[in-house]
C-alpha cells in the first residue's frame, strides 16, 4: 500500500481535534486531519464553559465562533424540589472569560474544522481510522476512504482526537474502566416554547435534580433560535425501568418533575429522542511513543458540569505546546508536561462530580446563606477554571468540599 507523509496527523475533527490543528497552523505546522463523518453531523455536549473561550480564542477561532450568533450563556441555574438558585460566572475568583455560549454541536463542530481548513489544516472527511501501528519511529495510520480504498499515512507525531470513537485506546488496548458507575443519558432537541419571565434563564443552563432520586438530572439548554437542548442522567437500572421508544421513555421521566413539566408544557416534540449509556471512561496511558490521546479519547467522566469540551480543548492547548517545544529542541517529557497538567484539572472535575452524586454539592449550592466569597470560587470551578489552583477550592477540592457540606448539614 502507497505510504503518505505527513508532519501531525490528527485522528477526529470535533472540538479536540479542530483546536488543535489550528493550535498547530499556527506554529506553521503541517497538519492532516482523518474525520469519519461528514459535517455538519449531530453530537452531544452543547453547554460550553468559559475556560473554553481562551482556547478557541488561541487557536484563531473566536470571531467565527462570534459570528456563528450561538445563544449567550453567563451561568447555571439548579433546581430542585421547588429550590432555585444559580451562578453568575461573570461573578467568579478566577480572572479570564465569565461567559461563554450554547451550542447546536452540528454547527459549532462545523464552525471550528472550517476555521482549522482556513488557517491550512487538511481535513479529510468520511475518512476512518482502522488500523494503528506505533511500534516504529514513526507512528503510522490505516485510514478507509468511502470507496473502501486503504491508505496508510505515516506522521511525526500522532494526536487521537477520536472521541467516543477512542480508536488509539481501543487499537492498542490502552482502555482503563472508569471508576464511576455506569449511567446513560436521553435526550432531544425541542422547541421549547418557555414563556419569557418567571425563572427560567435563557443566558443559563439549567440542572433540574430529580424530586425523588437525588442522582437523577435532566438539562435544559436553551440555544437561540427557540429551542432547547433536553435531557435526563440517570444510572442504568433507572433508565431500565421506562419502557417504549426513546422519546416515550424521556417524556415519561421528565414527567415527574413537575416544575420541569410545567416550564416544558407547551413543548413541541419534534426529534426523535435518543440515547447514550456507558459514555464514561478511561485510559491506562494519555501518551505513548510519538502520540497522545486529546480530549474525549482519554478520559471523560460525566456531563454534569460541562467539562467536556472545554477539557477537550485544555488537552489540545497542553498537546500542541508541548509539540512547539519539541520542534525548538527542548526535551519534552509527556507525562510531566502533558498528562500530569491535563489531570490536574480533571481531577478537580472527578472531586465535584462525586460530591454532586454523593449529595454533598447539592447541600452546598442549595444552602441559603452561602458566602459570597465561597459562592464566587465554585463560580469559578462551573466556569471551567479548574486548573486555577489559587482558587482553594480547586487547591483542595475533597476537603473544602467535605468541611462546607458538613456547615450546611
Ligand atoms: P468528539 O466530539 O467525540 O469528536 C470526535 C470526532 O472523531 C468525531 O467527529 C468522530 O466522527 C471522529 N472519529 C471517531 N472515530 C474515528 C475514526 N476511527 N476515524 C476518524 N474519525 C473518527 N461537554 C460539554 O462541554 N458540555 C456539555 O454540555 C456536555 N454534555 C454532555 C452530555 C452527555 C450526555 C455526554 C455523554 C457528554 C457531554 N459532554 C458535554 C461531553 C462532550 O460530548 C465531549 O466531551 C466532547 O464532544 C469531546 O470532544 P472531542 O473532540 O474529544 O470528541
Known amino acids: 500500500t502507497p505510504t503518505e507523509t505527513t508532519d501531525i496527523l490528527i485522528i477526529g475533527a470535533g472540538p479536540a481535534g479542530a483546536v488543535a490543528a489550528g493550535l498547530l497552523r499556527k506554529q506553521g505546522r503541517r497538519v492532516l486531519v482523518v474525520e469519519r463523518e461528514q459535517f455538519p453531523r449531530f453530537s452531544i455536549g452543547e453547554s460550553l464553559l468559559p475556560q473554553s473561550m481562551a482556547y478557541i480564542e488561541a487557536a484563531g477561532m473566536l470571531q467565527a465562533v462570534v459570528e456563528a450568533g450561538f445563544q449567550y450563556k453567563n451561568g447555571a441555574a439548579f433546581a430542585r424540589n421547588g429550590q432555585y438558585t444559580d451562578f453568575d460566572f461573570r461573578d467568579k475568583f478566577s480572572p479570564g472569560w465569565g461567559s461563554t455560549y450554547q451550542v447546536q454541536r452540528?454547527?459549532?463542530?462545523?464552525?471550528?474544522?472550517?476555521?482549522?481548513?482556513?488557517?491550512?489544516a487538511e481535513i479529510r472527511y468520511r475518512h476512518e481510522v482502522v488500523e494503528a501501528d506505533v511500534s516504529g519511529d514513526k507512528p503510522r495510520v490505516t485510514v478507509k476512504d468511502t470507496e473502501g480504498r486503504i491508505h496508510v499515512i505515516e506522521a511525526n507525531f500522532l494526536l487521537d482526537a477520536s472521541g467516543f470513537g477512542r480508536i488509539l485506546p481501543r487499537l492498542l488496548k490502552l482502555e482503563r474502566p472508569s471508576d464511576f458507575p455506569v449511567r446513560g443519558a436521553i435526550f432531544t432537541h425541542v422547541e421549547d416554547r418557555i414563556p419569557p419571565g418567571g425563572t427560567f434563564d435563557r443566558q443559563k443552563i439549567r440542572v433540574t435534580v430529580h424530586p425523588k432520586f437525588p442522582d437523577v438530572w435532566f438539562w435544559t439548554i436553551p440555544f437561540s433560535d427557540g429551542r432547547c437542548s433536553l435531557g435526563?442522567?440517570?444510572?442504568?437500572?433507572?433508565?431500565?425501568?421506562?419502557?417504549?421508544?426513546?422519546?416515550?421513555r424521556l417524556k415519561a421521566i421528565v414527567a415527574e418533575d413537575p416544575e420541569l413539566s410545567a416550564l416544558l408544557g407547551d413543548a413541541v416534540w419534534d426529534t426523535p429522542a435518543r440515547t447514550i449509556v456507558g459514555y464514561a471512561s478511561n485510559v491506562t496511558s494519555l501518551w505513548g511513543n510519538r502520540f497522545a490521546l486529546l480530549g474525549n479519547a482519554g478520559e471523560f467522566l460525566d456531563p454534569v458540569f460541562s467539562s467536556g469540551v472545554t477539557i477537550a480543548f485544555k488537552s489540545a492547548s497542553l498537546a500542541t505546546d508541548c509539540l512547539a517545544r519539541e520542534a525548538a529542541g527542548v526535551?519534552?517529557?509527556?507525562?510531566?508536561?502533558?498528562?500530569?497538567?491535563?489531570?490536574?484539572?480533571?481531577?478537580?472535575?472527578?472531586?465535584?462530580?462525586?460530591?454532586?452524586?454523593a449529595g454533598e454539592f447539592q447541600k452546598i449550592i442549595f444552602h441559603k446563606d452561602s458566602s459570597p466569597e465561597?459562592?464566587?470560587m465554585i463560580s469559578s470551578i462551573l466556569a471551567g477554571y479548574a486548573w486555577d489552583t489559587k482558587n482553594p477550592f480547586v487547591a483542595e477540592p475533597k476537603r473544602r468540599l467535605a468541611v462546607l457540606a458538613e456547615l450546611c448539614s
Not at 435526563?232 to 416515550?248: D, I, R, S, W
Not at 526535551?331 to 452524586?357: I, M, N, S, T
Request: aromatic fraction near 14%.
Open 106 to 120: 452540528a454547527t459549532f463542530d462545523k464552525v471550528l474544522a472550517d476555521a482549522a481548513e482556513r488557517a491550512g
Open 232 to 248: 435526563v442522567v440517570a444510572h442504568n437500572e433507572f433508565l431500565a425501568k421506562y419502557p417504549g421508544n426513546e422519546t416515550e
Open 331 to 357: 526535551e519534552v517529557d509527556w507525562q510531566r508536561d502533558y498528562a500530569l497538567p491535563l489531570k490536574a484539572g480533571v481531577d478537580c472535575f472527578r472531586a465535584y462530580v462525586e460530591a454532586w452524586y
Open 374 to 376: 465561597v459562592h464566587r
